[in-house]
């Protein structure tokens, strides 16, 4: 008896000889008469940059290694998109610097009895905004008061319609144009019922901080949106400003506020916590370093043949029954190399089990990207018994039994590293609970 152990995507030598040194001592530790073999493919049919890379913007360094400018931008926005209210969060909290460096304004128990701060004039903007979302197409193109008795619930158009009333019809068409429209009612309301408004609001005292307010609350109600619409959303950076620049105006304040409170502490976070500046930063460095894992993949898509034939010519070349354990992308290769040779009537000679691990090829059935099946087709006639073993917590891992339901040849078996992926997906090879079942099915095929 034989096996032959078949290495996933990404594997190059080094890590191929490590990895098959400790999958070959546990097998042969519970074989001791088998032979144990590797079919290594990495040099010979893994991926590289073809082009050294020329085409993955970022490769090299920006002159003089400063900043972009953009990437602090989109740094910002990602974190308004995971949390709308974050800066408002910050002038709720912080404040603004009184004009003597006292304290925080609003904390110096010196206002008067009566007198509301400025910042309640955005704030009550931005309520009648979000009333204007609540009223009926009827009573937006009557002019009726906004106590009047509502006709009907309000829609994405009457709130579109509500917002540009008295201002033009721009907003209203930006709106529908960047696919903002539905979820906008809601990210008006959620932002002018917080609390964090309502305090922010309390302690922006003077004009200026009453105008930075403003432009604060239109960039939530911004993020809001945003966020709601998800990947629906068809808005460029020129049009989420646009729209910023026009509810600001709305809430009476300056979209263009210098020195912002809020933007310089959420700025200098943004770039420490998001990702996208890092993404920018090592674009280049992370894309050739993927290369292996990734362009393994997408390789095998377009030019699996020759791999399917070169592990054909390892598995047939000696004779005797042999137990073929592929991992990731070598359990893929394994299940379309022997269901293509079994549906041509022509099954691998000495193909006698299939033991895959961490593999995606259920997955890939389900897509109709496996080479082999297509969506719905059987495992033909004879294909080897398949033993599938995977990781819950490995999400490169898929299970083979439900997608071929009633086939006794497949088996599902789990196994559980207590490691979080990607560390898991690796973490096969150590486990008893794995050589021990293999140890099963080879009993169970009657192979040895």
């Known amino acids: 008896?034989?096996?032959?152990?078949?290495?996933?995507?990404?594997?190059?030598?080094?890590?191929?000889?490590?990895?098959?040194?400790?999958?070959?001592?546990?097998?042969?530790?519970?074989?001791?008469?088998?032979?144990?073999?590797?079919?290594?493919?990495?040099?010979?049919?893994?991926?590289?940059?073809?082009?050294?890379?020329?085409?993955?913007?970022?490769?090299?360094?920006?002159?003089?290694?400063?900043?972009?400018?953009?990437?602090?931008?989109?740094?910002?926005?990602?974190?308004?998109?995971?949390?709308?209210?974050?800066?408002?969060?910050?002038?709720?909290?912080?404040?603004?610097?009184?004009?003597?460096?006292?304290?925080?304004?609003?904390?110096?128990?010196?206002?008067?009895?009566?007198?509301?701060?400025a910042g309640a004039r955005p704030l009550d903007l931005l309520d009648q905004l979000d009333q204007l979302a609540d009223r009926p197409t009827a009573a937006l193109t009557t002019g009726a008061p906004a106590g009047a008795a509502p006709a009907g619930p309000a829609t994405p158009a009457a709130t579109t319609s509500a917002v540009a009333s008295g201002g033009g019809d721009e907003?209203?068409?930006?709106?529908?144009?960047?696919?903002?429209?539905?979820?906008?009612?809601?990210?008006?309301?959620?932002?002018?019922?917080?609390?964090?408004?309502?305090?922010?609001?309390?302690?922006?005292?003077?004009?200026?901080?009453?105008?930075?307010?403003?432009?604060?609350?239109?960039?939530?109600?911004?993020?809001?949106?945003?966020?709601?619409?998800?990947?629906?959303?068809?808005?460029?950076?020129?049009?989420?400003?646009?729209?910023v620049e026009l509810l600001t105006a709305r809430l009476g304040g300056d979209a263009r506020v210098p020195g912002a409170r809020a933007a310089a502490v959420l700025g200098r976070l943004a770039m420490r916590v998001t990702t996208q500046p890092l993404l920018n930063a090592w674009r280049g460095s992370l894309t050739v370093g993927a290369t292996p894992a990734l362009g393994d993949i997408l390789r095998y898509q377009a030019r699996g043949h020759d791999l399917r034939e070169f592990l054909r010519e390892r598995i047939t070349a000696e004779p005797g029954p042999t137990v073929l354990i592929g991992h990731s992308l070598g359990g893929i290769a394994l299940v379309d190399l022997l269901?293509?040779?079994?549906?041509?009537?022509?099954?691998?000679?000495?193909?006698?089990?299939?033991?895959?691990?961490?593999?995606?090829?259920?997955?890939?059935?389900?897509?109709?990207a496996l080479t082999a099946l297509a969506p719905g087709a059987k495992l033909p006639y004879g294909f080897p018994g398949w033993l599938n073993v995977y990781d819950r917590q490995d999400v490169l891992a898929y299970l083979a039994g439900p997608v071929f339901p009633d086939d006794p040849r497949v088996t599902d078996h789990e196994v559980g590293s207590r490691q979080p992926f990607p560390a898991c997906h690796s973490a096969y090879w150590k486990q008893d609970s794995l050589y021990e079942r293999i140890e099963q099915a080879v009993a169970e095929a009657e192979i040895g």
């Open 1 to 117: 008896m034989r096996f032959l152990f078949v290495h996933g995507t990404g594997v190059r030598r080094e890590r191929h000889d490590r990895l098959f040194a400790l999958v070959r001592d546990r097998l042969e530790a519970r074989f001791p008469h088998a032979s144990v073999e590797s079919c290594y493919w990495g040099d010979r049919f893994g991926a590289g940059l073809g082009a050294g890379g020329r085409s993955v913007p970022g490769l090299r360094p920006r002159p003089g290694g400063d900043p972009d400018p953009v990437d602090a931008e989109t740094a910002e926005w990602a974190l308004l998109l995971a949390d709308p209210l974050c800066e408002v969060r910050v002038l709720a909290e912080a404040g603004w610097d009184t004009a003597d460096g006292a304290g925080p304004a609003g904390d110096d128990g010196f206002a008067m009895p009566g007198v509301r701060a």
């Open 171 to 243: 907003l209203a068409a930006l709106l529908r144009g960047t696919g903002l429209a539905a979820g906008f009612p809601a990210a008006l309301e959620s932002t002018a019922r917080s609390a964090e408004a309502a305090r922010a609001a309390e302690r922006a005292l003077t004009e200026p901080q009453a105008r930075e307010l403003a432009t604060v609350l239109a960039r939530a109600v911004t993020a809001a949106a945003l966020a709601s619409a998800g990947a629906d959303a068809d808005c460029t950076g020129a049009e989420r400003d646009r729209l």
């Open 339 to 368: 269901a293509l040779a079994a549906a041509r009537g022509e099954p691998v000679p000495g193909a006698g089990l299939l033991v895959t691990v961490g593999s995606q090829a259920p997955f890939l059935y389900e897509l109709g």
